[in-house]
């Protein structure tokens, strides 16, 4: 044993790194066997690694880096997924909680360690501040049930950061009434640096993401663009004399509409993160936890009950309160305590700050007893944070389930149908295609490349293959299962139609055929031939630039669209869009189908934000197109002849579209025809082909043309 013991604790960085791994990978399996939150299992790791436990590992630089990074990326990851326009809509519900929670329990410590601790009111204030703020420790948890959404989570996210902001400006106060420097020329200056940093990052990040994203699509420098960006806000905010874990927290929020959701950069954000930076941190946190202080003194255990207590109990009344004033149901109230109960590696700086402030000759603020109740408190906090988080959790599950509408689910048909050629739009088709799709169902995507079948078809195939194994490395990334084929076909329309009903699919998006020429080419040969002859959702598009950088989409709609088969899925399909986007939305229509369309996303997708504007007439779009700027998606709804919602001005549709919306992103839908139950099977009196143009739409085009 004495010859075991010398060679630990171990001290070389790569077999550190190697048992760390070896935590990460067994923890799970443990704590699941355990029925125990594997969050709560690499804190306890920690703790019999660290030199307070079984003295296996030295807590080296790797755990000061890794660990930082790693609470950067949970705030930065709160921020990138935080519902921005429900932040916007429940401003006031924000506010209130974070005042709460933030308040209550500043106020319950501070009284609780003047009366039976006996500490000083500046030690008392210290110790408020501390249990005032909060770790979202548990927010890992969040992103295993798809809560990042849910609105007592947006709610816990937000008043953190309130309640971590006040309570580092009163830290900061506290620090600067030691130093000498608590003046109002102080003040001023830290009110001016908190204002300049903000506005700068509200200012140059943005500008910087549109800069980048358009230009590179590399994964691994978009992955290093945005951790880039994190970092640098990190710093700037500990410059100004805040914890960087605002700075990263902000900067998620900036970056929140640049990085959708759905993404496969989002995908690979959490993929990281959750496999190495944040395990690190927790189980770095653990290391610091000495659990043999319980046992040195009766006074620590006292001490650390009260403290856990006071906070933990202060931080319940604000959350279950809040939950009563904003008519939330229990579950929520759990899921704002649970998240917002932790405290970690933020509360030992914080309490790191009053042990450098020198009270008198030799004395500091912060005694051995509050250091040592400080960092046991955070096994104590953790420990219930994520329990209740977990079990708030799979309740809000369990609600959400009970009020889904079953039938909806098994009747929804969807599986798209993704035509690609070109390898220059095929990534943003299949990002399209992801934006729209429905997750819940997790269907996956078929993707199709048409081959003429000629003497070049071998060459053509390779290409083909080629670019769908790219798509398909993508479509992983981004956790999507997606079907390809490769087809042969001596008419590329016949070719996709086939391909279309062999797949079952319930629609089809593609790019648009590019062609320097107008009617009738505009749409190219076979694209014309396809929405003729196929009855089902068809949309085509052009990008000019990437489509997370999009700002505003919008949308014409053809009056009677609404009584158009297809008219909810096409406006599903946009409400989708726009929603991972997190961009406006603003319909142009007669009143009657945007009152439908107004009252579809506020009961399936309120937190869209929709604009209704009123269009008498297709004539004008020529006007609608100076609006339209260079980062929004203008998107037609178009009809196939003979449809109800079918115009002579859609005839001029291309012509319009060349001259007034070129240069800019498009998307023409051609909504379901004849809903689910046409037979599209040929016949003498109903056959699979329509000429676009007759002989009288030549005449009628040349004597305007005259």
């Known amino acids: 044993m004495t010859l075991l013991a010398s060679y630990f604790p171990i001290t070389d960085p790569t077999l550190i790194f190697f048992v760390v791994l070896l935590i990460i990978l067994s923890a799970p399996i443990i704590m699941g066997k355990l029925r125990i939150p594997h969050i709560i299992g690499m804190v306890l790791a920690g703790m019999a690694v660290g ?15 890794f660990g930082k990074v790693g609470l950067y990326y949970i705030m930065f990851l709160a921020g990138l997924e935080m519902d921005l326009e429900s932040v916007k809509k429940n401003t006031r519900q924000f ?11 500043l106020s319950l410590t501070y009284i609780m360690a003047i009366t039976i601790l006996g500490y000083s009111p500046a030690a008392s204030f210290l110790l408020g501040c501390i249990m005032a703020s909060n770790t979202l420790i548990a927010y890992p948890i969040i992103g295993r049930y798809g809560l990042q959404r849910n609105k007592s989570v947006a709610l816990s996210v937000g008043s953190s950061m309130i309640s971590l902001f006040m309570a580092l400006v009163m830290l900061a106060a506290l620090s600067a009434s030691y130093n000498g420097n608590g003046n109002v020329l102080f003040w001023l200056l830290f009110v001016v640096k908190i204002a300049a940093f903000c506005a700068g990052i ?8 549109r800069y980048f994203l358009r230009r590179y699509s590399d994964a691994v420098m ?9 970092f640098l806000s990190a710093l700037l905010s500990s410059l100004i004399g805040l914890e960087g874990i605002f700075g990263a927290f902000f900067s998620g929020l900036t970056l929140n509409r640049y990085i959708p959701h759905v993404s496969s950069l989002m995908n690979r954000i959490e993929f990281i993160g959750n496999a190495l930076f944040i395990p690190y941190f927790l189980i770095g946190v653990g290391m610091l936890i000495n659990v043999r202080t319980l046992f040195s003194s009766i006074d620590v255990v006292w001490v650390v009950l009260l403290i856990a207590f006071f906070g933990t109990f202060g931080k319940a009344v604000a959350a279950y309160l809040s939950s009563l004033l904003f008519r939330l149901p229990l579950s929520s109230g759990n899921m704002m305590f649970g998240l917002t109960s932790a405290h970690a590696a ?10 450098n402030l020198e009270v008198a000759d030799g004395t500091y603020l912060v005694s051995d007893d509050m250091l040592n109740g400080v960092v046991m ?5 953790c420990i219930i944070s994520t329990l209740m988080t977990e079990h708030a959790a799979q309740q809000i599950i369990l609600q959400e389930k009970t009020h889904l509408d079953v039938g909806e689910k098994h009747n929804d048909d969807e599986k798209i149908l993704l035509c690609v050629k070109y390898p220059e739009i095929a990534p943003q088709l299949l990002e399209l295609a992801i934006m729209m799709r429905n997750p819940k169902l997790n269907r996956g995507l078929v993707a199709l490349n048409v081959v003429y079948d000629d003497e070049n078809s071998a060459a053509g195939r390779a290409r083909g293959l080629q670019l769908l194994e790219q798509l398909q ?7 999507v299962r997606m079907q390809t084929q490769v087809r042969l076909a001596t008419n590329i329309a016949n070719g996709i139609k086939h391909a279309f009903r062999e797949n079952t699919a319930s629609e089809i998006i593609m790019g648009m055929h590019v062609h320097t020429e107008v009617t009738p080419k505009f749409w190219g040969v076979f694209i014309q031939s396809l929405y003729n002859g196929l009855n089902r959702q068809i949309i085509l598009t052009r990008f000019i630039q990437p489509l997370n950088t999009l700002r505003r989409i919008q949308v014409v709609v053809p009056s009677r669209a609404e009584f158009e088969p297809g008219f909810h899925r096409w406006l599903e399909r946009l409400s989708r869009m726009a929603g991972n986007l997190d961009c406006r939305i603003q319909f142009h229509g007669r009143n009657e189908s945007l009152e439908l369309i107004r009252e579809y996303i506020n009961n399936r997708h309120p937190s869209v934000r929709a604009e209704y504007t009123y269009m008498a007439h297709w004539n004008e779009l020529p006007r609608l197109a100076e609006t339209i700027a260079a980062d929004h998606m203008f998107v037609v709804v178009t009809a196939r002849k003979g449809t109800i919602s079918y115009k002579s001005a859609i005839e001029r549709l291309p012509d319009e579209l060349q001259k007034h919306f070129s240069g800019k992103n498009l998307m023409i839908v051609f909504p379901d025809q004849y809903g689910e139950t046409k037979d599209e099977s040929m016949s003498f009196t109903e056959a699979q082909h329509h000429e676009e143009n007759s002989i009288y739409d030549m005449l009628l085009r040349r004597i305007h043309r005259l």
Do not use: H, N
């Not at 506010?95 to 329990?105: A, E, M, Q, Y």
């Open 95 to 105: 506010i209130i909680f974070g005042l709460l929670t933030c308040l209550v329990p």
């Open 51 to 65: 030199k307070y436990g079984f003295d296996v590992l030295e807590r080296d630089a790797s755990f000061e880096v």
């Open 222 to 230: 978009q992955y290093i663009f945005v951790l880039g960006v994190m």
């Open 473 to 479: 490395q993508r479509a992983i990334a981004a956790d």
């Open 202 to 209: 509200v200012w140059l990040v943005p500008m910087l993401a």
């Open 377 to 381: 408190m955070i096994l104590v906090t």
């Open 346 to 355: 933020g509360a030992i700086a914080m309490v790191m700050v009053g042990m």
